[in-house]
């Protein structure tokens, strides 16, 4: 455990990944952009309007997706105070905070031909902004609270106030009257979007994860650099 | 693994995870009323204390056949399937503002029979597809 955690293995690790992805991405991305583009159809209903959900719905996803994460490790690296989990998390932070301002933003966009306004002050959506405030808090923490330790045991507790907020986001559409359309996609039982439309979405869901992937490896060799510097041997 | 330390931490974690569920279940639990974006017209044909020089948002599907678009007044019916709601406005409308489709609507009640609105929101539903296939489910319904 503690050899594989070790500084030079792990960067070994981190640029075979890069490698990897950067290999496939752009023809991945290509693919399915021409897809979520050109090949999908238009609605019945919105047009070609519909074509801003292949951007917004994954966005929000990975937007909630990267906060559980943050969450649950900060869970346990405040219990059993496990530095690499802190390096990760701070890692993952401002991927999930572009993302979730790229859901609000691509959701405003959207909002303005289909309801026939940008903004509305409803349950998913301040819920989502709170999201965002959140994610913001992290990020100013661990920036601006000098002492390291500090910083760590504050973000943490952020993050897991924070992921309480998490089911409120999911189920507001159901809990509540809410301008915002309920989930397309369940867990459990058929989804509401036509598979014409839905293999275009999980095309740019896996696209984007694996943009989220390349920036996570990026982020998270400068945190380790910035350890070497300080002449550490291992976490 | 499982030090006094760590047993510490992991139920301090635990107690304040409680704590906080539980506040922010009697926060919103208080603000219920304001947080539902618009009420349904059953809401309002219960409700004892309606609200007649305040705006407010009324919400549901415009019902079949009750649309109708004069040169400085649309007409249309707010029904949840249960009770009905009268609705004029004067303005445009968002594209997606047609009979049986869910619509928001933004002003004051009248009374509890007619409303009088100044800003209209198209719903959207959760179902997406294309253009083809409305046709065919259209048929099938006939």
Known sequence: MIKFF???????WIEKFTN????????LLIV???FALIFSPPDYLQGDSVRIMYVHVPAAWIGLASFTLIAFLSILNFI???KNLFLISKSIAPIGLMFTCLAIVTGALWGQPTWGTFWAWDARITSMLILGIFYLLFIFVNKYVLD?????KISSLIAILGAVNIPIIKYSVEWWNTLHQPASIKIAGASTIHSSMIVPLLLMFFVLILYCALIFLMKYKTEIIRIKKKNLKRL | MLTFKVKKRASFLTLILILTVFAVFLILKSLSDNILYFKSP????TSEDLIFNKKIRVGGMVKKNSLKINSDEIKFVITDFKNELNVSYSGTVPNLFTEEKGVVAEGKLQDKKFFVADRILAKHDENYMPPELKGI???DAK
């Open chain 1, 6 to 12: 070790n500084n030079s293995n792990i960067f070994f």
């Open chain 1, 148 to 152: 390291q330790h500090r910083a760590n």
């Open chain 1, 32 to 34: 399915a952009i021409s």
């Open chain 2, 42 to 45: 059953t809401d309002i044909k």
């Open chain 1, 80 to 82: 059993f105070k496990i």
């Open chain 1, 20 to 27: 990897f992805i950067n290999s496939i991405f752009f023809v």
């Open chain 2, 137 to 139: 489910k259209k048929k």
